[in-house]
């Protein structure tokens, strides 16, 4: 592995620490991505499409924070065409609420090259704050 690859990964998942630039880590995310959101929480499943998947998740949820969704990276594993992601969510819920949250991604790679783009994650979260964000702020959002 060389570094290029480290520091193309790297900059690509600091893309999720502001909502202004989460559409360029999107970018590499291939249309046909199988994303498994692990869970028993309203946004757990599996989606086969980015499309999907953004709906499913970013679009519901980012709505119920303040500021957006904000994912920080607190450690990065670059091993050839995986590299796992932990993030940590920085948002404020609608409510006022920390969302304390972190994430483990475990993301396959088209291939090992610096450009390459995502094609399958297996994400894993905590679920019980997924759940309670969602139904306390949900409601703040429509009414």
């Known amino acids: ?3 290029a690859t480290i520091d193309d ?4 998942f600091a893309h999720l620490a502001d909502p202004a630039t989460t559409a360029g ?3 590499r995310v291939a249309d046909d991505v199988s994303w498994t959101v692990e869970g028993t929480h309203p946004l757990a499943g599996h989606y086969t499409s980015k499309k999907d998947f953004t709906a499913a ?3 519901r949820l980012g709505p119920l924070m303040r500021d957006g ?7 990065l594993h ?3 065409e995986i590299t796992v992601a932990e993030l940590h969510a920085t948002s404020v819920t609608l409510d006022g609420a920390p969302f304390d949250n972190g994430y483990c ?3 396959q790679f ?7 783009r995502i094609v399958e994650v297996r994400a894993y979260l905590d679920s019980a704050m997924v759940a309670w964000t969602v139904d306390r702020n949900e409601p703040l959002r429509a009414g």
Do not use: K, Q, Y
């Open 69 to 75: 969704i904000r994912l920080e990276v607190s450690h």
């Open 110 to 116: 088209d291939s090992a090259r610096p450009d390459a």
């Open 1 to 3: 592995m060389h570094d």
């Open 9 to 12: 990964r790297t900059a690509l």
């Open 105 to 107: 991604w475990v993301c």
């Open 78 to 80: 670059v091993a050839g």
């Open 57 to 59: 998740t970013f679009d």
């Open 25 to 27: 880590f999107f970018d």
